[in-house]
Structure formats: C-alpha cells, structure tokens
C-alpha cells in the first residue's frame, strides 16, 4: 500500500467502548452459516469452485491492489495462485451464506464486520509457508527477515497487545515536527489546555476562530506538520486562531476523569468561548468542529440558545455525524451487548485504556489495519512505515466509558434527530433552533462518519449551510492542504433531505477545499486590526509555549 492508500485507511478512534466484539453477534454470525438450506446450496457450489481451482479452470480474479495478494507472484505462481483462489472462493461462499438481505443496514454491516474478520484471518498469505513474498524474502535474506519478524511478533506481544505496530513512530516528535506550530498555552484545567497560536500576518480579523478536536483523540491531526496543518492555514489567512486540546483522562480512579460525558465536555466548550472572547475582546466567535469535536460544538450551541446566550457566530463541522440513520461505521456497534457493557463502565467510572481504544478501531478494516502489518512486519521483518498521520493515530489517547456511553446512545437511539429528544446541562436539545450559519465538510470514502449521515448534520442544524464532500477517507478529508491534494470535492448549499439527490448537482472541483473554505468564512470573521502584539492577556497570560502539556501526557 502506498502512503495516500495507509492515510485513507486509519481514522483515530471510534467511541464503541473497549470491545466491538459482542459474543452475542458471533453466535448469530455462526447461525447464519450453519443454517442447513444454507448449507444445501453453498456446500456442493464451494467444492465444485474449489475443484476449478486444482483443474486451473477457476475465473476468479486475484486483486492487483490488496494488502493480502497484491504481489504479482500470487497470480504467476501456479501454486500460490490456486491457494489464493481456493481462500478467495471461500471468502465469497461465507458472505453469500451470512446475505441478509431482508435485514436491518446495521445487522448487515455488523455480519460483514465479523465476516471480514474471519475470513480475512485465514488467509494463506497471513502464513509464513503460504506467503510468496515471505519465502522469497526469507530465501533472499538468508533467514534474517524471519528472525527480525519474530523480533517485531515479540515486541508487539508485549508492548501492543499482541498487534502489529502500523508505524515507526521514531522520526517524529510532538512540538518539533508534529504540532509545531507557534504559540502558547493561556489556560489550563483539569479537562482541557487552550492554545493561542501567534499571529503571522500584520493584521487580524476581529472574530477569533476556535478549533474543537474530538475528545476522544490528539488535537494535532488539526496541526499536524508544516504545510499540512489546518492552523496553519487559518493563521496564515489571518485568523486569530486558537485550539482546545483535550486532556487524556486518566485511569487512575482517584482522579475522576471516568465521570466525564458529554455534560463535562459541553461545560469546558462554554469556559474555553469565554475565555476566547475575554482575550481577543470580541462578542462572538467562530468555530471549527472535528468529528465527535464537531458534534459537542453543535450540541453546546443547542444549550446556549435556550439560554439566549449562543456566542457562535459560524461554525464548521468537519466529518460530523448527529443523524445516525444512514449506514455508518459507529452505531452498527451499539448492540445491546456493547451497550450494556458501557452503562457498567460508566457507572463505574471507568475509562479504556488507549491500546483497548486503537485496537477496536483497527478491527474495523482488517485487511488494511491489522493483517497488513501481520505480513510486513512479522512475516517480511520490514518496519512499519513512517509517515506523520500514522504517527498521530498511534498516539491514541483513553476514553472515559461515560463519554462513549452518552454519545453512541445519542447516535443509536437518534436522540437529537427530534426536538428535545436529548437534555444536556438541563436544557431540552433542538438543533433546528442552532442558526448561526455553518459549513459541513464530509468525506465519500469515509468508514467511521460516512459521508451520508454527516450530510444530515446540514439538515438538522437551523443556519444556512454549505456543504462540500470530498473523495477521500476520514483523515485525509481534512488534511487536504493546498498545492498537494490529489483528491477532488463536490460543493454546494445544502438541499433537501436526499444526500444522493445533492451530490448529483453538487459542482465538482479538482483539489483542496480549502480555499472554498476560506472564501466562505473571510466575510463572516469581520473586519480586520493590527494583530496583537503579545498572547493572552492580563487574566489569561501565557502559561508556556506550544503545544503545551497535555499532548505528552499518554
């Protein structure tokens, strides 16, 4: 794989709770594949396709660009290749005998989940014996990459949980080539730091700009390195730019970081919009929301409004899901199995450690996370790549059970769908009564926050909205700078409520949505004075300087 296809690949973490295996599930899936009508049609198809196989009479194509069989020896070797077809056949027969088609989408996507996992398990190419690429780099190397593969399988035994390593994380350092941007912690508390990132132009527009990450990951995918960073951008257009970075809570129990929700997280928006406007004097700000960073900020402007004190002038809501009706990669997990386990976490105050976190999302793409970097890394004994995203998402952070309960029963039971379906702070939820205008990035490509259901945040949110989807996967939807992005994006006011029916007439643009971005938010950030000279101010001075001190803490 290369490196756009590794960075299309990962996405953070998902708020699923520290298992997204259900027991319960894998039993249905076993059901589902012992069933004797089942059984009848798919047992003498698989043989007779297994035979083709031996006689080289099979059509099954092997697939040039797959992490199992995308080398060319596993279509030139006779052997190998009928190996591949005999697993590729199987893997065919298990998802026609799993087919559900008078099921729910979230029984589908929760069956193709376990089936990608167990089918992708048994591949030959996951076996040292059976993988071409391994033997011939075995013979090559006089033995030496089996040795070092055995030296990464032990590593990962005892430093990741039995998981292969996705990334050589060695020649990257937070605040030097990571979050490197310049500026300085004005505020800091048990919940969160706020940064202040100096100024680079002569002048300033009045009304700050605040980044929201998702609680629930680093803050610094937002800045991630010089010419790829989102904060960049802002401050170079001449924004007064600021970014909450979430604190990793703690397991310790003492400390209490298991009880926060999303009324904990709501509460630290409303301090951080304070403090943002007491140190650029302004009246009102603009916001930036990424992923469950994006669905607090709306949620927090739902609040503030029945209070008549709704701060947020415009807000950007980047692969933000609120509607969980469409198919997507998070509420197909909220069995009543994993759902029950959060509610005890949460009571007990628990919070997942960071490992438990990664790993569940990992099992979301299987071929791409996990038996990928089975075969580079213990089977061929090569490093894992190095590159800046896959540094980033390996430095996951924990997650409080309460937080992970409270949002995926939002999105499960589709509790901000209707007005006052939800209270947060001890206010009914309406988001339809959120006006302040808004611009709503999505990804087509996307597994995590698909692209259809992050449409809907435009539909449910009561502002003028434009909307842009961009033909990338979760990550690189925003870390799609200028003058390197190779992806193109559609973009347009939001419609009505069919996502198929606006992508068709939506316009399509070669490149980043960046500048479109820019030019939507410049007449809505007022109008422009000298930047200020120094950062902070008399009651939030300057604390240290960036990227501060929660991003190291692990």
């Not at 990450?213 to 800045?223: A, G, I, K, M, Q």
């Not at 933000?320 to 909220?334: C, Q, S």
């Not at 939820?429 to 259901?453: E, N």
């Amino acid at each position: 794989m290369d490196r756009n296809e590794l960075e299309e690949s990962v996405g953070g973490a998902i708020s699923v709770g520290a298992d997204a295996f259900d027991p319960l599930r894998m039993r249905e899936l076993v059901k589902l594949l012992t069933r004797p009508e089942v059984l009848a049609t798919e047992t003498p198809r698989l043989l007779a396709e297994w035979a083709k196989v031996v006689l080289n009479l099979s059509e099954i194509e092997i697939p040039t660009r797959d992490p199992l069989y995308g080398d060319r020896r596993w279509r030139e070797n006779p052997v190998y290749r009928r190996l591949a077809q005999g697993h590729l056949a199987w893997t065919q027969a298990v998802e026609r005998m799993t087919a559900q088609d008078d099921a729910d989408w979230e029984s589908q996507k929760r069956t193709r989940y376990l089936t990608d996992i167990f089918t992708g398990a048994v591949s030959p190419a996951n076996f040292l014996l059976t993988n071409p690429v391994a033997v011939s780099r075995a013979l090559e190397t006089g033995g030496m990459s089996v040795l070092r593969g055995m030296q990464h399988f032990l590593r990962d035994l005892k430093d990741n949980r039995g998981m292969p390593s996705m990334v050589d994380t060695s020649p990257f350092t937070v605040g030097e080539n990571l979050a490197c941007t310049p500026g300085a912690v004005v505020y800091r508390e048990d919940i969160f730091e706020l940064l202040q990132y100096n100024p680079t132009t002569e002048q300033v527009h009045r009304r700050p700009l605040l980044f929201v990450p998702p609680e629930l990951n680093r803050h610094y995918v937002l800045d991630l390195a010089p010419g790829r960073s989102m904060v960049e951008y802002a401050i170079a257009n001449g924004m007064q730019t600021f970014m909450i970075v979430w604190r990793n809570p703690r397991e310790d129990p003492s400390l209490g970081h298991g009880a926060w929700g999303l009324d904990e997280y709501l509460a630290a928006h409303i301090r951080a919009f304070d403090i943002v406007r007491e140190i650029t004097g302004a009246k009102d700000l603009n916001l930036v929301g990424l992923c469950a960073g994006g669905m607090t900020s709306a949620l927090v402007q739902a609040h503030l409004v029945t209070k008549g004190t709704n701060p947020v002038h415009a807000a950007t809501y980047i692969v933000t899901m609120l509607d969980a009706r469409k198919p997507n990669g998070v509420t197909m997990m909220a069995t009543p199995g994993i759902s029950g386990e959060l509610t005890k976490a949460a009571t007990d105050a628990k919070v997942y450690n960071s490992k438990q976190v990664a790993h569940n999302f990992a099992w979301m793409r299987p071929k791409d996370l996990v038996y990928n970097y089975v075969i580079n890394d213990w089977l061929l004994g090569q490093d894992a790549p190095a590159f800046d995203v896959l540094a980033w998402n390996d430095d996951a952070t924990n997650l409080s059970a309460k937080f992970s309960r409270d949002t995926n029963s939002m999105l499960a039971n589709r509790m901000v769908v209707e007005p006052g379906g939800m209270t947060l702070l001890g206010t009914p939820i309406d988001l339809s009564q959120v006006k302040s205008d808004g611009f709503v990035v999505a990804g087509q490509r996307d597994h995590i926050t698909t692209w259809r259901p992050c449409y809907m945040t435009s539909q449910l949110l009561g502002g003028d909205n434009q909307v842009v989807i961009v033909n990338s996967g979760h990550i690189q939807t925003f870390v799609n700078a200028p003058g390197s992005s190779r992806y193109k994006y559609r973009i347009a006011p939001a419609g009505g409520p069919d996502p198929d029916a606006w992508l068709a007439k939506a316009e399509e643009h070669q490149g980043s949505w960046w500048p479109d971005w820019m030019e939507w938010l410049r007449p809505r950030s007022g109008t422009r004075k000298p930047a200020p000279e120094a950062l902070g101010s008399a009651t939030y001075p300057p604390q240290e300087p960036a990227p501060g001190t929660y991003v190291h803490e692990k």
